[in-house]
């Protein structure tokens, strides 16, 4: 060991474990553990509310792993970056890549400035499985259909890293010139965010633990009874890939020789369509904002506001739409399935454009991620990549008696209508009022009639997406 002084600079790789930048920054130097929170970042990919209390948590896991030395900065992150080189002669400072448009514009200034100064700078990859500029068609062209792209592009790629231990810590105690984790006031007035500790422990030991529990009881069926939101056979490991306190590699190849190969192989391919996220956004930064294929610039969306704040609600009068919108307030998450359901209700029952639907789960989703929540949007709205068609419209009655059955994950969160026989828990509107009666059901007070007729309301959508049908199949 020398003595030279490295920075690590921790972004969305809250973690010791299978970090690459950090791996090789501690190597023969003395380390800065930085965290330097973005001041301008909501103006960038806007953190949201629930993103934050995650945030908040997970540095807090992270400086506890960093026994308290953990650097904490927030402004400039150029000025401050600085202001520690000429403090302690920092002579290497590596970081992990980070997808964002606005992020990699940063990364590219930083790194001439820093370079200029004959700091070493290195940036690694650290969150994602593949490079998003290294996977390519035959022809030199970007892939926009994800199975030709994670089939023929990324599985004949080079197979994802081997994760790395983490290094032993030679750490520089510079807390006197770091701020707390509470001076970056992340945890909202609100105190609605005090049920997501019934759902989640935050940091890279939980992660790891709910890595665990997955494989050890989720991936036997994961296939098929990942459609089921009450079954266990999701991984919930979202938010933990999203901030970093878990890489893609550690799951990727947790999974190996532990299931079926059907299994393991649907769920690396849900690791892919992260991936697919990513690359769209690497490769059409405009992805949060604009819509990937252009004809939809003439869609004719709903501005009604009575119908998006009722879908925020979770008080449609739709039930199993309102319970996934429940499910999200209470526990900053919501399962996939019953968010293609809400997705498609909101673009394609009520019209509403699908950036309000974005601009929402962003704020309250805990792996609200600029890539796969935007790219998300777009394939259900049907304007992105491989989109779904616009003659897909989810009948969520249909879907909650399908993926629903025995009603106990509606019921869990609209528990207005737990005595409703399971015939109609679906659709309320159609039971007699002697079945409502008995049920203690009384729509339009105890629970909403729908806001919309869903026959109708498929009808106005199918009209209004087929107008585009004809247009040109440009994308931006």
Same mark, same amino acid.
């Given at each position: 060991?020398?003595?030279?002084?490295?920075?690590?600079?921790?972004?969305?790789?809250?973690?010791?474990?299978?970090?690459?930048?950090?791996?090789?920054?501690?190597?023969?130097?003395?380390?800065?553990?930085?965290?330097?929170?973005?001041?301008?970042?909501?103006?960038?990919?806007?953190?949201?509310?629930?993103?934050?209390?995650?945030?908040?948590?997970?540095?807090?896991?992270?400086?506890?792993?960093?026994?308290?030395?953990?650097?904490?900065?927030?402004?400039?992150?150029?000025?401050?970056?600085?202001?520690?080189?000429?403090?302690?002669?920092?002579?290497?400072?590596?970081?992990?890549?980070?997808?964002?448009?606005?992020?990699?514009?940063?990364?590219?200034?930083?790194?001439?400035?820093?370079?200029?100064?004959?700091?070493?700078?290195?940036?690694?990859?650290?969150?994602?499985?593949?490079?998003?500029?290294?996977?390519?068609?035959?022809?030199?062209?970007?892939?926009?259909?994800?199975?030709?792209?994670?089939?023929?592009?990324?599985?004949?790629?080079?197979?994802?890293?081997?994760?790395?231990?983490?290094?032993?810590?030679?750490?520089?105690?510079?807390?006197?010139?770091?701020?707390?984790?509470?001076?970056?006031?992340?945890?909202?007035?609100?105190?609605?965010?005090?049920?997501?500790?019934?759902?989640?422990?935050?940091?890279?030991?939980?992660?790891?633990?709910?890595?665990?529990?997955?494989?050890?009881?989720?991936?036997?069926?994961?296939?098929?009874?990942?459609?089921?939101?009450?079954?266990?056979?999701?991984?919930?490991?979202?938010?933990?890939?999203?901030?970093?306190?878990?890489?893609?590699?550690?799951?990727?190849?947790?999974?190996?020789?532990?299931?079926?190969?059907?299994?393991?192989?649907?769920?690396?391919?849900?690791?892919?369509?992260?991936?697919? %996220?990513?690359?769209?956004?690497?490769?059409?930064?405009?992805?949060?904002?604009?819509?990937?294929?252009?004809?939809?610039?003439?869609?004719?969306?709903?501005?009604?506001?009575?119908?998006?704040?009722?879908?925020?609600?979770?008080?449609?009068?739709?039930?199993?739409?309102?319970?996934?919108?429940?499910?999200?307030?209470?526990?900053?998450?919501?399962?996939?399935?019953?968010?293609?359901?809400?997705?498609?209700?909101?673009?394609?029952?009520?019209?509403?454009?699908?950036?309000?639907?974005?601009?929402?789960?962003?704020?309250?989703?805990?792996?609200?991620?600029?890539?796969?929540?935007?790219?998300?949007?777009?394939?259900?709205?049907?304007?992105?990549?491989?989109?779904?068609?616009?003659?897909?419209?989810?009948?969520?009655?249909?879907?909650?008696?399908?993926?629903?059955?025995?009603?106990?994950?509606?019921?869990?969160?609209?528990?207005?209508?737990?005595?409703?026989?399971?015939?109609?828990?679906?659709?309320?509107?159609?039971? %007699?009022?002697?079945?409502?009666?008995?049920?203690?059901?009384?729509?339009?007070?105890?629970?909403?009639?729908?806001?919309?007729?869903?026959?109708?309301?498929?009808?106005?959508?199918?009209?209004?997406?087929?107008?585009?049908?004809?247009?040109?199949?440009?994308?931006?």
């Amino acid at each position: 060991m020398n003595n030279s002084v490295s920075i690590h600079w921790f972004r969305q790789d809250l973690r010791l474990e299978d970090n690459p930048a950090l791996h090789a920054a501690q190597s023969n130097s003395l380390l800065i553990p930085l965290y330097h929170y973005e001041e301008d970042i909501d103006s960038n990919d806007e953190i949201g509310s629930a993103g934050k209390v995650w945030l908040h948590n997970s540095l807090i896991s992270l400086n506890n792993s960093l026994n308290n030395r953990l650097f904490i900065t927030k402004g400039s992150i150029t000025d401050e970056i600085f202001k520690l080189i000429s403090i302690y002669k920092v002579e290497k400072v590596y970081w992990n890549f980070c997808v964002e448009p606005w992020r990699i514009q940063q990364d590219q200034a930083l790194k001439i400035q820093l370079e200029e100064k004959g700091i070493d700078v290195k940036i690694y990859n650290g969150s994602y499985l593949w490079s998003q500029n290294s996977i390519k068609k035959d022809d030199g062209t970007n892939y926009k259909v994800f199975t030709p792209y994670y089939r023929k592009g990324c599985l004949n790629a080079l197979p994802p890293r081997i994760p790395i231990k983490k290094p032993l810590l030679n750490l520089v105690d510079a807390n006197k010139h770091s701020l707390s984790i509470k001076d970056l006031q992340l945890m909202p007035y609100k105190d609605w965010y005090e049920s997501f500790n019934n759902y989640w422990e935050y940091g890279e030991n939980g992660a790891q633990k709910k890595l665990d529990i997955f494989v050890e009881h989720g991936l036997s069926d994961y296939k098929e009874g990942r459609n089921f939101p009450e079954k266990p056979y999701v991984s919930r490991l979202s938010p933990h890939l999203h901030w970093g306190e878990l890489s893609p590699n550690q799951a990727w190849y947790a999974v190996e020789n532990n299931a079926s190969e059907r299994n393991i192989d649907h769920f690396r391919s849900e690791l892919g369509w992260r991936e697919f %996220s990513a690359y769209l956004l690497y490769n059409y930064p405009s992805l949060q904002k604009n819509n990937l294929q252009s004809k939809f610039d003439r869609f004719p969306w709903n501005h009604n506001h009575n119908y998006l704040d009722s879908w925020k609600k979770g008080i449609t009068g739709i039930p199993i739409v309102d319970a996934g919108m429940r499910e999200l307030w209470q526990t900053g998450y919501m399962h996939n399935r019953v968010r293609m359901i809400v997705g498609s209700f909101l673009v394609k029952n009520l019209l509403i454009d699908w950036r309000h639907g974005e601009s929402w789960f962003r704020d309250c989703l805990l792996d609200a991620d600029q890539a796969n929540n935007s790219a998300s949007w777009q394939w259900i709205a049907g304007c992105g990549a491989d989109a779904a068609p616009y003659f897909r419209i989810f009948n969520p009655i249909t879907q909650g008696k399908k993926f629903d059955s025995s009603g106990n994950y509606t019921k869990k969160f609209v528990p207005e209508l737990k005595l409703l026989p399971s015939d109609y828990l679906f659709n309320p509107w159609e039971a %007699s009022d002697d079945i409502l009666s008995k049920a203690n059901v009384k729509l339009g007070d105890s629970y909403p009639y729908p806001i919309v007729d869903l026959k109708e309301s498929r009808n106005l959508a199918l009209s209004a997406f087929g107008s585009l049908k004809d247009a040109s199949n440009d994308s931006k």
